[in-house]
T-cell receptor, first 114, second 115 residues
Framework: GDSVTQMEGPVTLSEEAFLTINCTYT??????LFWYVQYPGEGLQLLLK?????DKGSNKGFEATYRKETTSFHLEKGSVQVSDSAVYFC?????????????FGQGTELSVKP | DGGITQSPKYLFRKEGQNVTLSCEQN?????MYWYRQDPGQGLRLIYY???????QKGDIAEGYSVSREKKESFPLTVTSAQKNPTAFYLC??????????????FGSGTQLSVL
C-alpha cells in the first residue's frame, strides 16, 4: 500500500548548518507530496508541496524536489536557525473513489542549538 | 480569524470511562479528520468525514466513535474499548473531500492521558 518513510531523528544541528531530512515514498502513480512542520505543543502547518515530478516546493528557505526516479522528496535548508527547531513530517496524498486523504511519515525531530 | 479549535488541551481518562474530544471549525470546510500521534509513529488516521451526517473509518478506528451532525463540528469519543488511549489527538479539515487545494488545516491538539 501507499506509505512514507522518513529518516529517524532526532537531528541535532548548530545554527547556520545545512539541513537534509530524507523522505521516500511508495505509491501508485505520481501523488502530490508535502512537508508539514509541527512546533512544540501545536498542530501541523503546511511548509511546502510539490504536485508533479521534478517540481520544487519552497518556503521560508526550505526546499524539496519531487524525484520520481528515486521516489524521494528530501527536505533541505542551507542555514538553519534556532527557530526551525520542530518536528517535520513528509506526506503524500492518496485519492480514492470517495475523496482524498494524506498519509504521513513518522516525523523527524530537528533541534537547532545556538 | 478562521481556524480549528480543539478542546480541552489536556484530558485525563479514568479506567472504563468514555471521554469526548471537541473539534470545531469556522472555515466552512466540508471534510474533517481525526489523527492520533504517538512518539516515533507519526500520524495515524482514526476517522474522517467528507460531509455532514457521513463519516468513514480510518486505519485505527477500533475503540473510537465520531459524529458529524453539523458541518463545523466533528467530536471524537474515546471509548473504554480503547485500551491504549494515551496519545496526542489532532483534528484537521480540508476545503472539500478530494483535498482540491491540497492542504489540511490542523487544530492545536488534545493530549489525552490515562489516570
Amino acid at each position: 500500500g501507499d506509505s512514507v518513510t522518513q529518516m529517524e531523528g532526532p537531528v541535532t544541528l548548530s545554527e547556520e548548518a545545512f539541513l537534509t531530512i530524507n523522505c521516500t515514498y511508495t505509491a501508485t502513480g505520481y501523488p502530490s507530496l508535502f512537508w508539514y512542520v509541527q512546533y512544540p505543543g501545536e498542530g501541523l502547518q503546511l511548509l511546502l508541496k510539490a504536485t508533479k515530478a521534478d517540481d520544487k516546493g519552497s518556503n521560508k528557505g526550505f526546499e524539496a524536489t519531487y524525484r520520481k526516479e528515486t521516489t524521494s522528496f528530501h527536505l533541505e535548508k542551507g542555514s538553519v536557525q534556532v527557530s526551525d527547531s520542530a518536528v517535520y513530517f513528509c506526506a503524500l496524498k492518496v485519492i480514492y473513489n470517495q475523496g482524498g486523504k494524506l498519509i504521513f511519515g513518522q516525523g523527524t525531530e530537528l533541534s537547532v542549538k545556538p | 480569524d478562521g481556524g480549528i479549535t480543539q478542546s480541552p488541551k489536556y484530558l485525563f481518562r479514568k479506567e472504563g470511562q468514555n471521554v469526548t474530544l471537541s473539534c470545531e471549525q469556522n472555515l466552512n470546510h466540508d471534510a474533517m479528520y481525526w489523527y492520533r500521534q504517538d512518539p516515533g509513529q507519526g500520524l495515524r488516521l482514526i476517522y474522517y468525514s467528507q460531509i455532514v451526517n457521513d463519516f468513514q473509518k480510518g486505519d485505527i478506528a477500533e475503540g473510537y466513535s465520531v459524529s458529524r451532525e453539523k458541518k463545523e463540528s466533528f467530536p471524537l469519543t474515546v471509548t473504554s474499548a480503547q485500551k491504549n488511549p494515551t496519545a496526542f489527538y489532532l483534528c484537521a479539515s480540508s476545503i472539500d473531500q478530494r483535498l482540491t487545494n491540497e492542504k489540511l488545516f490542523f487544530g492545536s491538539g488534545t493530549q489525552l492521558s490515562v489516570l
